[in-house]
């Protein structure tokens, strides 16, 4: 990765891990005014738990994934899991002035996955497949 693309990867890192950081905490100030404004009727009914204790754990899991952005530790764990979080959201409050938001919001995590993601493993787990399949040496 060049300098520019360094440069360019830990603003894009930063600024998700702010914007997760803070969504998370404004949740935890009012749990049931964002379950009610941000979750369409019907998803809600689907919650196993009650609403508030639904966004307590959305917040909870908000502040994880701003803390391994920010930290940098596992970022393709935190964009990963944060990408899917963003597809729930996306899928449970429907189409809103903010959904715009979301949407660019997926696109930056998606680069952020790619971009920190160890392709390497697959490198390994393929050579280490591929050579098990291999039939035994004949004597």
Known sequence: MNQMNRTAFHILRVGLAITFLWIGILIFKEPEAWGLTHLQPWAAGLLPVPLREAMIGTAILDL????????????????????????????????????????????????????????????????????SLAPPPSS
């Not at 949407?103 to 160890?118: D, H, N, V």
Request: charged share 10%; aromatic share 12%.
């Open 64 to 131: 994880a994934i701003g803390f391994l952005l920010l930290t940098g530790l596992w970022v393709w764990v935190g964009a990963l899991v944060g990408g899917f979080h963003l597809i729930i959201v996306l899928t449970v409050s429907g189409i809103t002035a903010v959904t715009t938001r979301d949407i660019g919001l997926l696109a930056a995590m998606a680069a952020l996955f790619i971009e920190s993601f160890p392709w390497q493993w697959l490198t390994r787990l393929r050579t280490k497949n591929s050579s």
